[in-house]
């Protein structure tokens, strides 16, 4: 049996309150067979098992894998040569960009999440605009990605039957094609026109990709059903996916209020908040999980926490898109469950999630003593215990504990410590603003080392950074061409249509400065 004993300075097995944490000074996890046997000491430990092979030292410190709850592309749009923009104009840059294999694409942001110390995934993922939503051969080529990689990966196919790129104060898609002149509106509207397909089409290709990948066929494989957003799908859409969820098991994942125009198109479409008209179908439960959630109300607060709706949380995406910053403070004070998430657009325009945490650690601290920020302990929970149950691993990643799976990220206390560090700051404080993923060398799934002295294991990152390269050091493709040429004429008529609907008194949850 496959069997080894990861051994750390400090083990720090789970987080119990927004003070406290189980840390094991000395300690040691014993796995076999990717199910962890015990935790302990490590002294201890070493003698009862003198067959185990050791991994780590004294100079690390062993945690759970940080789990990645909301992560869509490998290559940024920023590589790919859509500038930072709001999210409403940057959904239509990114229409120009090169097209890449999704296997290829996803491979590498795995490389990224590993090398940090990443482990588990939630897969959000759709074809560009101007192609089918969804088809067993991308299902294939995005797990086999995590598959290759040895991740953990909960499948999240995108799907979307309308205003996929607009939805605002004036209205959705269709209102903003009939404004472009005859010429446009068909170029337009035939490019968006593949990405939706009838529900009739669509539920059965999702049936077959949970019968394949769904119901814990694979030990490191979920699925998650993730409508795109409330105003992206229609109401039968929203309920089909409802019922599905149900029907399989699966968590649903579903972008929300990430922009004011988000929450302004609300209003418009149903007089009341996105959030609002979930609750109206039905849809919320503790199996949903809304991203972002930027631009949520105090009502929408207490549904989400009668309801037991969960939040993932995409702080550095939300500021480079210019989304704003989610109430944090308030969110937590309402009980509400927190994930994090990279996003396309994180701070270094990678999948760091230490950086992802701190920023969170930090965005939060408004002045004044009335609001507590998150806590360290808290922020470590978002990406360890919340996002394990929000990608539906929850009842086996997470924390280091008998019977849980043996994902764990090793860390060089070299750079925490050195040269000096107070013994009496608590260890999980030290992990949160000192850690980064730059002092990851060891990371395991399931009892498998996939990252050894900071390279992957399973495959040559150098040849797939070649390949890669190779596939887009090219020429645009004719159709490529034809999108981007698309995107250029499109956007003066699309920047138009948002200009003027912000509104000019609304009040925010926090207050960062004042003029008087």
């Known amino acids: 049996m496959a069997m080894s004993l990861v051994r750390g300075k400090y ?165 903003f094609a009939s404004r472009l002149p005859d010429h446009l509106a068909r170029r337009y509207r035939s490019l968006m026109a593949p990405s939706y397909m ?67 198109y609300g209003y418009k479409a149903w007089n009341k908040t996105p959030l609002q008209h979930l609750h109206e179908l039905g849809f919320l439960g503790p199996e949903v999980t809304c991203g972002h959630s930027v631009w949520i109300t105090d009502e929408d607060l207490e549904i989400m926490s009668a309801t037991g709706t969960n939040i993932c949380h995409n702080a550095s995406s939300n500021l480079r898109l210019k989304s704003g910053i989610a109430p944090m403070g308030r969110i937590l004070a309402a009980g509400v469950k927190v994930a994090i998430g990279s996003d396309e657009a994180g701070l270094n325009d990678d999948k760091d999630l230490f950086q992802e945490m701190r920023l969170v650690l930090k965005i939060h601290r408004v002045p004044g003593i009335e609001l507590d920020p998150p806590t360290a302990f808290q922020v470590l929970q978002m990406a360890t215990v919340n996002g394990a149950y929000a990608s539906w691993f929850g009842d086996r990643i997470g924390t280091l504990e008998p019977g849980k799976r043996a994902d764990m990220a090793l860390l060089d206390l070299r750079n925490i410590e050195r040269p000096y560090l107070d013994p009496e700051v608590p260890v999980v404080d030290a992990l949160v603003h000192r850690g980064r993923g730059i002092d990851v060398d060891t990371v395991l799934v399931d009892g498998e080392v996939v990252l050894r002295d900071g390279q992957p294991t399973r495959f040559d990152k150098e040849a797939l950074f070649e390949e890669i390269r190779g596939a887009l050091d090219r020429s645009l493709s004719p159709q490529e061409e034809d999108r981007r040429e698309v995107a250029r004429l499109v956007e003066p008529h699309l920047r138009q249509f948002y200009r003027g609907t912000l509104p000019k008194d609304s009040q925010p949850f926090t207050v960062y400065n004042s003029r008087s």
């Open 198 to 264: 009838p529900v009739e089409e669509v539920m059965p290709i999702l049936e077959e990709i949970c019968r394949k990948y769904g119901n814990n066929q694979h030990e490191r494989v979920q699925v998650t059903m993730a409508p795109s957003n409330v105003h992206r799908c229609t109401d039968e859409l929203l309920v089909a996916l409802k019922e599905l969820a149900g029907r399989y098991s699966t968590g649903i994942h579903v972008h929300l209020q990430e922009t004011v125009y988000q929450k302004l």
């Open 11 to 175: 083990v720090v097995c789970k987080v119990n309150d927004p003070w406290s944490a189980d840390v094991i000074a000395d300690g040691a996890v014993l796995q076999r067979d990717g199910q962890i046997q015990e935790v302990g000491d490590y002294g201890e430990l070493s003698r009862r098992h003198p067959e185990a092979p050791v991994i780590g030292s004294p100079n690390h410190i062993v945690m759970p894998g940080l789990v990645n709850d909301h992560f869509h592309t490998g290559l940024t749009p920023f590589q790919m040569g859509a500038p930072d923009l709001p999210l409403e104009m940057w959904s239509l840059s990114r229409v120009g960009t090169r097209l890449i294999d999704p296997y290829l694409d996803q491979l590498y942001g795995a490389v990224q999440m590993i090398e940090t110390g990443t482990t588990t995934v939630q897969a959000i993922h759709s074809p560009p605009r101007g192609f089918g939503p969804l088809s067993m051969d991308i299902a294939d080529k995005v797990v086999g990605a995590y598959q290759t990689s040895g991740m953990r990966v909960s499948y999240a196919p995108s799907i979307a039957d309308q205003n996929s790129m607009v939805a605002g104060a004036d209205g959705g898609e269709e209102d």
